[in-house]
T-cell receptor, first 114, second 114 residues
């Protein structure tokens, strides 16, 4: 069965520092991959998605992610953290076989230190 | 509105009460999903509608959970005889794509069972 692993349930970075949130998936066939952000008391907002086009995907708010098939990874990065980036981030997988069920990771809470 | 809306945003129920949670998807979206998000966890799939047809209810945790979308737009998730373990955020999402690709999430309903 498909699964998604997000390493680090909590990540702290200083304002202006690099943000790196890790996501690994388990699948023999590269799935569609998504990063969502959830601010307190809000729903999930799509940051970016990989759907088998370019392996480097750029999203909103300066975030980007790189699909690496050899590492089964889809890590999220941002060169310079901003205080407003503090939120919970979820990686999700959608198999390409026509299914509709997202499989979410357990989330990483990002804290940005002034 | 342009996005997915859910009501109520917060619901407190006494154990044993029935609750009904409403979801208004993006207009014209064929697919509608319900997810359950426990504290500190990623969302977990509950059920899926394509128009008015409930194609998958495999994620519903018990027969106390029931969902409907009678006219293919608004959906209601009903929980009968609520239990403390039902306390969670219930998220609704919709998608205009077939096969399903990107899903758009509502803000969720936080249910607390006392």
């Amino acid at each position: 069965a498909q699964s998604v692993t997000q390493l680090g349930s909590h990540v702290s970075v200083s304002e202006g520092a690099l943000v790196l949130l890790r996501c690994n998936y388990s699948s023999s066939v590269p799935p569609y991959l998504f990063w969502y952000v959830q601010y307190p008391n809000q729903g999930l907002q799509l940051l970016l998605k990989y759907t088998s086009a370019a392996t480097l995907v750029k999203g909103i708010n300066g975030f980007e992610a790189e699909f690496k098939k050899s590492e089964t990874s889809f890590h999220l990065t941002k060169p310079s953290a901003h205080m407003s980036d503090a939120a919970e981030y979820f990686c999700a997988v959608l198999p390409t076989s026509g299914t509709y069920k997202y499989i979410f990771g357990t989330g990483t809470r990002l804290k940005v230190l002034a | 509105g342009a996005g997915v809306s859910q009501s109520p945003r917060y619901k407190v129920a006494k154990r044993g009460q029935d609750v009904a949670l409403r979801c208004d998807p993006i207009s014209g979206h064929v697919s509608l999903f319900w997810y359950q998000q426990a504290l500190g966890q990623g969302p977990e799939f509950l059920t899926y509608f394509q128009n008015e047809a409930q194609l998958d209810k495999s994620g519903l945790p018990s027969d106390r959970f029931f969902a409907e979308r009678p006219e293919g737009s608004v959906s209601t998730l009903k929980i009968q005889r609520t239990q403390q373990e039902d306390s969670a955020v219930y998220l609704c999402a919709s998608s205009g794509d077939l096969p399903v690709n990107e899903q758009y999430f509502g803000p969720g309903t936080r249910l607390t069972v006392t």
